[in-house]
């Protein structure tokens, strides 16, 4: 073969496809913090997490929600640029979300919920927090957990724990969440036992 014909492996590819690993991981084995190794640089206020999983995961036939904080031009033409995504202003038409206000973010139970036949059909939240590790300790069990595992997000709303708990009772419907925090990630999938530790 020529050495004209092998043509290099794209960086971004592999920055996707390591960065679908680290979520398919975290979300496999809740609570448990991923690095991703984003090469992206977005507009603030977006983290290089939630903009990695953002590039990894949205497309044109996946309908992005965003709070106050991220609804900025540079923010929304920079993902509709680097996507294709839709941006929604109504939370429960959003396959994606991301959130940077926890102050302002919906009730869970506004962002779509699945339906019974359906449950795919749901909203997966990007919550990008001050930090995975200083905030409140939470208890974690339940499927890809042994026994029991702890996650510490700080900035969460005060009834989150509660939102989540009603978000479980949903099961099979309801939404998954990704928690960031500059390069980390962790995962509360909707079949996650959350508790105050």
Known sequence: MPQTAIQPINSAVLAAQSTFRKVMDATARPGLVQTIAAG????????????????????????VWLDPSFATEAVTQWLRFSTGCPIVNDPAQSAFALAGDMASLPQLERFALGTPDYPDRS???????????????????????????????????????????????LFPRGV??????????????????????
């Open 40 to 63: 992206a640089a977005p507009p603030a206020p977006l983290a290089a997490a939630a903009a990695a999983i953002a590039l990894t995961l949205c497309d044109h036939d996946t309908p």
């Open 176 to 197: 998954d969440v990704l928690l960031v925090a500059g390069d980390d990630i962790a995962a509360l999938p909707r079949t996650t036992i959350v508790a105050r530790a």
């Open 123 to 169: 909203t997966t939240l990007i919550l990008q927090l001050a930090s995975l590790t200083e905030g409140e300790a939470l208890g974690l069990s339940g499927p890809g957990i042994r026994d029991t595992a702890s996650l510490a997000p700080k900035g969460l709303p005060q009834d989150f724990v509660e939102q989540l708990a009603a978000n479980r009772a």
